[in-house]
């Protein structure tokens, strides 16, 4: 015969702890509970052993005495009961039944109906209804949920135990009922995980074994999935109530147990379901379940290979002493290690072998607020915590796992700053003077004028951002430090300008980048460096301001003309990249052809043309204009564009002589005062003069 025994199986962590409250309080006598702590008759029964004993109503209780609320929770009209009659109350409600009871109250106050998905007349949800309010509804499934006024507001919670399936189902329903549904998934993750292991294995046997109380809720539901996919499913409180008969020896049998089984009986059902010695195949199983550590109560306890009715109140003794020895006494900063039993979205639950489990709040397992802590760890990992409070007001363990994580990385950062090492650090938030960052887990600050090589004017930039830091200062007694992103990039950028004088050689090209623009040239980054473009050195030609050949921004060849790195000084040079223009300007601009340009200078014999940046043609005064001209002011302007004609080039001795007269039109008529002056040159006429003569008396007459 093939057992496949549940690894999620056994007491979940809030049965555990309330049996552990019990056990504890039982010490000082007089002790009892608000019904069964736990749906076990076996249990119960050895409980009672130790003088925990069971009342179905307060009035029940003679005297004074303590009352062990079990982790069900109860109504708090309940508990003011308790209160009002003097008896000292030891709240067991497990932590996540507790945050229900917060929800629904938050609900109620805020004037949301409180739908309760869950049996009503389970303790649990009675309690719930209690804090949820005289009109709350409690709805079994779906087709309740049918039947349903419309209503505007409503808060959604399931019975911890309840079917995932049954749940969903319901709130699809509740959705279309409610306007404006807020859904709380409150079914535990220890039933969810106990529920989907009971599909798989009864999936995969031929019959099935259900441990667990007959009034059990969780138990019941394990038994229903089973159901649905073998038609061989039994349950049993015990041993004894195996039905041997109804197995064969090839039969594959799995064995499921609900949250109130101890893990004693689990074994010895596993004993009587074998012929063999199965102890040592059970302590495997549950070795490999304590990922899910959450199931286990108590220590294992080794049973005998045959467990008879003789020995049952040995069982009893050997499981309440197993659970005494769990127990151990805490302090404030005590570090110890634990299992993780739970994780929900803000906490992290974990079984430290107290009589309660402890705690992680988010804030204090990770800085980061917006971890998911479902990602980062899985049930069942051992971690280190640190004991913040021995009792949060709820009877919780308050853990912290950043503060451990801070005192393990405190000798990191003081090697860091031995050896002059960079640290990461996050930045959380602006304060005087500065900001703090976390470095593994350590506050650091940061003065402002630590923050940047240049001033900061708004600090705020940097909070979320992650920084490389310098650690500059260190308080070991005090735990302070003092870190610096300046001394950083100050290196950074010594090492980046080492690194880039090394590659620099003169005569090489290289593509640099304008930075800023001066009067007498411009500053280039080449490689980190920054290098002076001259003014002389930006083109052939003359430049009359650096601004009108680069921008800032531009990328741009240059040359290396000279290195100085004692000076920390780089040359370079833009034109001499360029072709010299009297070197093509035989080319570029033969004898008789029409070129433009534009009027450079002026001078008294003619006009300097600038065909472009260095290189100036000449027009002569007399090749101006088709008319005499007295000066060159009178026809040329300097930046006037105009067409002349190449006459002579003489690159030998960098001249170009030009002429306006010969590019222009033949056709082109003479203006009007063009014509003017030109009749003025050609015909001299004399002023008049009073005479007394005329031209005849110069000739002789006829008769002379």
Not at 72 to 80: D, N, R, Y
Not at 370 to 379: C, I, S, W
Not at 632 to 650: R, T, W
Request: with cysteine; aromatic share 6%; glycine share 8%.
């Amino acid at each position: 015969m093939e057992l496949i025994i549940a690894k999620h199986g056994g007491f979940c962590f809030g049965v555990k702890r309330a049996v552990e409250a019990a056990l504890d309080a039982a010490k000082a006598g007089g002790v009892y509970t608000l019904g069964p702590i736990i749906h076990n008759p076996s249990v119960v029964a050895a409980l009672a052993k130790q003088g925990v004993q069971v009342v179905n109503a307060i009035e029940e209780i003679a005297g004074r005495g303590t009352v062990v609320i079990r982790s069900h929770g109860v109504p708090p009209q309940m508990i003011t009961q308790c209160e009002a009659l003097g008896l000292h109350i030891i709240d067991a409600t497990c932590p996540y039944v507790k945050r229900i009871h917060e929800r629904v109250v938050q609900a109620r106050q805020s004037g949301r109906h409180v739908y309760i998905i869950g049996e009503e007349k389970h303790p649990e949800v009675m309690g719930i209804a209690g804090w949820a309010g005289e009109d709350a509804t409690v709805l079994l499934n779906s087709q309740e949920a049918e039947n349903i006024p419309k209503t505007q507001y409503g808060l959604a919670v399931a019975q911890t135990t309840a079917l995932r399936s049954n749940f969903e189902q319901t709130v699809v329903v509740l959705r279309e009922k409610v306007a404006n549904l807020e859904v709380f998934d409150s079914i535990c993750q220890a039933t969810a995980r106990r529920q989907a292991e009971a599909r798989e294995i009864a999936q995969k046997c031929d019959a099935v074994l259900v441990l667990g109380g007959k009034n059990s809720s969780n138990t019941r539901k394990l038994f229903e999935i089973a159901c649905q996919h073998t038609s061989r499913v039994f349950a049993i409180e015990s041993a004894e109530e195996i039905p041997l008969a109804e197995f064969k020896p090839d039969d594959v049998v799995g064995i499921i147990a609900g949250a109130s089984t101890p893990e004693w009986i689990i074994k010895e059902v596993v004993c009587r379901m074998s012929v063999l010695d199965m102890n040592e195949q059970v302590d495997e199983v549950m070795q490999e379940g304590a990922a899910a550590a959450e199931q286990e109560a108590v220590a294992q306890v080794d049973q005998p290979a045959e467990a008879a009715e003789s020995e049952e109140s040995q069982q009893d003794a050997d499981f309440m002493q197993s659970v005494e020895e769990t127990l151990r006494v805490l302090r404030k900063g005590q570090v110890l290690t634990g299992k993780i039993v739970q994780i929900t979205e803000n906490e992290v639950c974990v079984n430290i072998g107290y009589k309660s489990d402890g705690f992680i709040p988010k804030n204090e397992f990770s800085d980061d607020m917006d971890v998911d802590l479902r990602t980062v760890v899985n049930v069942g990992d051992e971690i280190d915590v640190c004991v913040l409070k021995v009792n949060d007001g709820e009877g919780n363990v308050l853990l912290s796992k950043k503060r451990v994580d801070s005192r393990k990385n405190w000798g990191t950062v003081m090697e860091m700053f031995k050896n002059n090492e960079y640290a990461e650090g996050v930045c959380k938030e602006v304060v005087k003077g500065g900001v703090i960052a976390n470095i593994l887990g350590i506050r650091a600050f940061i003065p402002a004028s630590q923050l940047s090589q240049n001033y900061v004017e708004n600090m705020q930039q940097f909070v979320g951002q992650t920084l490389q830091l310098k650690i500059i200062e260190v308080d070991e007694g005090r735990k302070r430090v003092v870190a610096s992103r300046r001394a950083v990039l100050a290196e950074q950028a010594e090492a980046k300008k080492k690194e880039a004088w090394e590659k620099l050689t003169a005569g090489e090209t290289i593509v640099g980048t304008v930075k800023r623009i001066t009067d007498f040239g411009a500053f280039v980054d080449v490689g980190g460096i920054d290098g002076l473009l001259h003014v002389t050195n930006m083109s052939w030609g003359r430049v009359n301001h650096p601004s009108d050949v680069v921008k800032p921004g531009d990328e741009i060849e240059v040359l290396i003309l000279a290195l100085d790195p004692e000076k920390e000084r780089v040359s370079l040079g833009r034109k001499q990249l360029l072709p010299k223009p009297w070197e093509v300007a035989e080319q570029k601009y033969p004898v008789g052809s029409i070129v433009e340009g534009t009027v450079a200078r002026i001078v008294s014999f003619g006009a300097f043309i600038e065909l472009e940046p260095g290189l100036d043609g000449l027009v002569h005064i007399s090749q101006i204009a088709r008319h005499r001209i007295d000066k060159v002011e009178d026809v040329l302007e300097v930046g006037q564009k105009i067409q002349a004609k190449v006459l002579d080039v003489n690159t030998a001795d960098k001249r170009i002589s030009l002429s306006i007269r010969e590019a222009l039109p033949e056709e082109e008529a003479p203006r009007y005062d063009d014509h003017e002056d030109s009749m003025e040159d050609s015909l001299y006429i004399p002023p008049q003069e009073e005479t007394t003569f005329s031209l005849a008396d110069f000739f002789p007459k006829q008769d002379d």
